[in-house]
């Protein structure tokens, strides 16, 4: 009787315990062990059946060969009336050209809060329905390779939104940032030198190599007039080289063009849909 009496004491405390505990701290307990879930599913290196295309080729087995094509890329826009109403954006331009091949947008009133480090909780969920809608009607455009505006692996635990959301949708996915996070002894001031020491040279890049030696990402000069460089990180199922190769062919502007043309469509729908302008 005493060994039950105790297990049911501790039974109760611990449920007592549960109640006590503050709910936003109770959901970023469950997202950590989420992300340390989904991150052991992570591939940081090239998985795809596609070849980058290359600029006047005429090699014999071209028409054999798989070439990257359809870029994808997503963006999430937010009201200023209403923070939580939010319209998120996937569009699919052709690498070659940077046309735009298709659009589709969803709005939504999210009810996660934003809490750093844990912004893929917030926004993947809207921005996944989008790519399964694609899916589920084969289109035909749907993406070999998708640019996120989040972070992948350049992200203080590691797993940003580029990764979350490439692991979940099991596409190849690279993170773009436009601010650095500061990890591993990273620093925007770094950056910043190394960046303006380098400006009248060639070298547009600066990989980003923490204390401990991981290579988190690159900061990168998109084009010639801006110093101020984007951060291209690895999301899922590509390496970092192959990663700034697609950043590169896709900048017409300092923001990468998949990514730009989620921003400005999402903002444009979300005020003519929603605010009924």
Known sequence: MEKISANTEGDEADASLEKKMDP??????????????LKERLITEDDFNWKLPRSHSKSIDSKEEVLLKYVGGVDISFSKEDP???CGCLVVLDIQT???VYEDYSIHNLQVPYVPGFLAFREAPLLLQLLENMKMKDNPFYPQVLVVDGNGLLHPRGFGLACHLGVLANLPTIGIGKNLHHVDGLTHTTVRQLLEARENSDADIITLKGRTGFVWGVAMRSTPD???PIFISVGHRISLDTAVQIIKMTCKYRVPEPIRQ???RSRDYLQKRWMGH
Do not use: G, I, P, R
Request: aromatic share 4%.
């Open 24 to 37: 936003a701290e109770a959901a970023v307990n469950n997202w950590l062990e989420v992300q340390d879930s």
């Open 226 to 228: 801006k110093l101020k």
């Open 262 to 264: 989620a921003d400005v």
């Open 98 to 100: 940077l046309q735009l």
């Open 84 to 86: 939580s109403v939010a």
